[in-house]
């Protein structure tokens, strides 16, 4: 069974730090387009970022470039984003998500999701 997990979320504030992981099981980890998604309150499910697994290339929401960094530790089967210079408008709860498709997708497109770890950035 495919599982994803999240975690490393909490609360930090503006302008600090939080390094998300994702722990992966249940499938080829490098043969999936992974990412993370975030919810804010009262907003959209919106596209953090992402690995294509088409070629590695990676995928990041304009906002939060420069800020975040995905990466991805195949032996250890597990996805990491690197969150800094956190904004509160980074609060939202975060997802990590796997597909089977090489590129990535929205949301609705995605075949498998974690459970959320909640990010609150605070002033």
């Known amino acids: 069974e495919v599982q994803l997990q999240a975690s490393g979320g909490g609360l930090v504030q503006a302008g600090g730090s939080l390094r998300l992981s994702c722990a992966a099981s249940?499938?080829?980890?490098?043969?999936?387009?992974i990412g993370w998604f975030r919810q804010a309150p009262g907003r959209e499910l919106e596209g953090v970022s992402c690995?294509?697994?088409?070629?590695?290339?990676?995928y990041y929401k304009d906002s939060v470039k420069g800020r975040f960094t995905i990466s991805s530790d195949y032996a250890k089967n597990t996805l990491y984003l690197q969150m800094n210079s956190l904004k509160p408008e980074d609060t939202a709860v975060y997802y990590c998500?796997?597909?089977?498709?090489?590129?990535?997708?929205?949301?609705?497109?995605?075949?498998?999701w974690g459970q959320g770890t909640q990010v609150t950035v605070s002033s």
């Open positions: 998500a796997a597909d089977e498709d090489p590129m990535c997708n929205p949301a609705g497109s995605i075949g498998y």
């Open positions: 249940g499938f080829t980890f490098d043969e999936y387009s």
């Open positions: 690995i294509m697994s088409s070629d590695g290339s990676t």
